[in-house]
Each structure stands twice: as structure tokens, then as C-alpha cells.
């Protein structure tokens, strides 16, 4: 039904910055909150940045100032600007979207993509 495809992780030096991006496609009426959630082993999934079709933003407290969320309603993306990043944020990066698939179905299903790897070297 839908797809979430994540580009632009890699490999960035401490105090470097790298850009995110997430396109989604399928069949669907529309998308309402997105966001980037961060996974490392042994830790569970935590939530980075969302942001909702009208624009209202949330960020984890430790990169509040340092990311921004934004996104594209019209292209259905979403994309992660991370700057001075740390060690610390190493790890997988999910894009995730709230998807109503038709006009049929009042409700909203959740979406992961497959993830991009982050690493911030010291």
C-alpha cells in the first residue's frame, strides 16, 4: 500500500551535519504526522523529530536546535537537516508516516521504512 524510501544517512565526523530524506509512494488519500526515529542495538526505538501536515513540530530534547523536520505535502516527503551531530546519535534512522489509505477508511496506519544508517565518527 505504501512505501517509505530513506536517503542520505552516511558517514560524518563529530560536529559535521547530514540531511535525511524520506519519499513516500502507494495509493493513499493523505498522510498526517511524520518523523525520524532513531534505533541502536540494545536500545529500543526512540523518537527524534515529527512534524504534522500543518506544520507543528516535536523534537527530542537533546537535538532541539540542532535538527530540523520539515516536509513537502505536495511530494509527500519529509526530510531530517541534522547539524554539530555527536557520537552519541549514531544509529539507524527510520522514516515513519501516518498514512488514511482511502476515502473509505477513517483511519490512519503507520508506515516504516527500512531505514539508513547514521554514523558519527569522534
Known amino acids: 500500500q505504501v512505501q517509505l524510501v530513506e536517503s542520505g544517512g552516511g558517514l560524518v565526523q563529530a560536529g559535521g551535519s547530514l540531511t535525511l530524506s524520506c519519499a513516500a509512494s502507494?495509493?493513499?488519500?493523505?498522510?498526517?504526522?511524520m518523523g525520524w526515529y532513531r534505533q541502536t542495538p540494545d536500545r529500543q526505538r526512540e523518537l527524534v523529530a515529527t512534524?504534522?501536515?500543518?506544520?507543528?513540530?516535536k523534537y527530542k530534547d537533546s537535538v532541539d536546535g540542532r535538527f530540523t523536520i520539515s516536509r513537502d505535502n505536495a511530494k509527500n516527503t519529509v526530510s531530517l537537516q541534522m547539524n554539530s551531530l555527536k557520537p552519541e546519535e549514531t544509529g539507524r534512522y527510520y522514516c515513519?508516516?501516518?498514512?488514511?489509505?482511502?476515502?473509505?477508511?477513517?483511519?490512519?496506519?503507520?508506515?516504516w521504512g527500512q531505514g539508513i544508517e547514521v554514523t558519527v565518527s569522534s
Open positions: 512534524i504534522t501536515r500543518g506544520g507543528n513540530t
Open positions: 502507494g495509493t493513499f488519500i493523505g498522510i498526517t504526522t
Open positions: 515513519n508516516a501516518n498514512v488514511r489509505p482511502s476515502m473509505e477508511v477513517f483511519a490512519y496506519n503507520t508506515y
